[in-house]
């Protein structure tokens, strides 16, 4: 188990950035699959992007590619996202998560979720 601490949250005017990271406890971060994932009020919790073990493989959700990138850093424990160009479609809670070993991008195959930190995009 891991536990995930996200942070970087906030208001921010459409065409902006934010940088939220995400501490991960233990001295085993290096052999977990990190993800962001979001929720907006009524939707349902959405894949956002994910990487590998060693930062080799990232994936992207279609409605964020190109705009965000995610990265990590295992000698810091932490995981990146890193969002530009942002949208008021992107206003959404978003949370960090981990899962042991192999690449997914379905929420309900990660095992240790973050509590969240909240982003607001102004139009």
């Known amino acids: 188990q891991v536990q995930l601490v996200e942070s970087g949250g906030g208001l921010v005017q459409a065409g902006g950035s934010l940088r939220l990271s995400c501490a991960a406890s233990?001295?085993?971060?290096?052999?977990?699959?990190m993800g962001w994932f979001r929720q907006a009020p009524g939707k349902e919790r959405e894949f956002v992007t994910a990487?590998?073990?060693?930062?080799?493989?990232?994936g992207y959700a279609d409605s964020v590619k190109g705009r965000f990138t995610i990265s990590r850093d295992n000698a810091k424990n932490t995981v990146y996202l890193q969002m530009n160009s942002l949208k008021p479609e992107d206003t959404a809670v978003y949370y960090c998560?981990?899962?042991?070993?192999?690449?997914?991008?379905?929420?309900?195959?990660?095992?240790?979720w973050g509590q969240g930190t909240q982003v607001t995009v102004s139009s």
């Open positions: 998560a981990a899962r042991k070993l192999i690449y997914s991008d379905y929420p309900g195959s990660y095992d240790d």
């Open positions: 233990g001295r085993t971060f290096s052999s977990y699959v």
């Open positions: 990487i590998s073990r060693n930062g080799a493989y990232t």
